[in-house]
């Protein structure tokens, strides 16, 4: 007998979807560079799910990265021996109907560093500007989220979400659709195996993600 133990529905926008599709087909391509940055994001995909995580801190404004008070970040590692070096941008919201299950809508994917800003795709998947603030946000408070420590920003986090629970205005975009039947199973190690015997280096392109080979 399975146990469903989803505390969340995890949807994901359209460009997320592409996101996922890309990077697998990268994990495929160049599995010794990609294959466990995939895994990884799909084992927190499952974390957030299942409620395991929360992410880890609560976005705010910044002029030229937009505001995004209502959304959180979670981080992944691409080595798991290495810190944290892409992020994983989602919002909370209430369920679509009493008696289901609150909604995560997953947003973007991208590396923490570079030029090319997580934070700018999310505004324009979002259609904001990033130098705009947005009036509607002012509900859930001051416009820079907290920085100290661990408790502080889950207590952050917390709070937020519950405005976001509430709020009926925080719904998920038209092409937003679920992701708990639709998420592709990791290559295997074989391919891996194959490419750790003839590395090839990658050049990022202008989406952020490298270029195809």
Not at 5 to 10: A, G, H, I, K
Not at 21 to 45: D, G, M
Not at 97 to 108: I, W, Y
Request: positive net charge; glycine residues 10%; charged residues 30%.
């Amino acid at each position: 007998m399975m146990i469903d133990d989803s505390r969340y529905e995890v949807v994901g926008v359209e460009k997320f979807h592409q996101d996922l599709h890309f990077l697998r087909q990268q994990a495929k391509a160049q599995p010794a560079v990609y294959l466990s940055l995939y895994r990884e994001v799909l084992r927190e995909i499952e974390r957030l799910r299942t409620g395991v995580t929360d992410g880890h801190h609560a976005l705010g404004y910044e002029s030229g990265k937009g505001d995004l008070r209502d959304c959180v970040t979670a981080y992944v590692r691409s080595d798991p021996q290495a810190k944290p070096d892409y992020r994983l941008v989602f919002r909370e919201m209430g369920a679509e109907v009493p008696g289901r299950l609150p909604r995560r809508e997953l947003l973007a994917i991208r590396a923490r560093h570079g030029s090319n800003n997580v934070y700018a795709h999310v505004c324009a998947r979002l259609g904001r500007q990033v130098t705009d603030r947005q009036p509607g946000l002012d509900r859930f408070g001051r416009e820079t989220a907290s920085g100290g420590n661990g408790a502080e920003r889950q207590a952050e986090m917390d709070a937020r979400r519950a405005i976001a629970h509430a709020w009926a205005g925080q719904r998920p975009l038209q092409s937003s659709r679920p992701l708990a039947a639709g998420i592709p199973r990791a290559p295997s190690d074989r391919s891996a195996t194959v490419a750790r015997e003839r590395p090839r280096s990658a050049r990022v392109g202008p989406t952020g993600w490298p270029e195809r080979g």
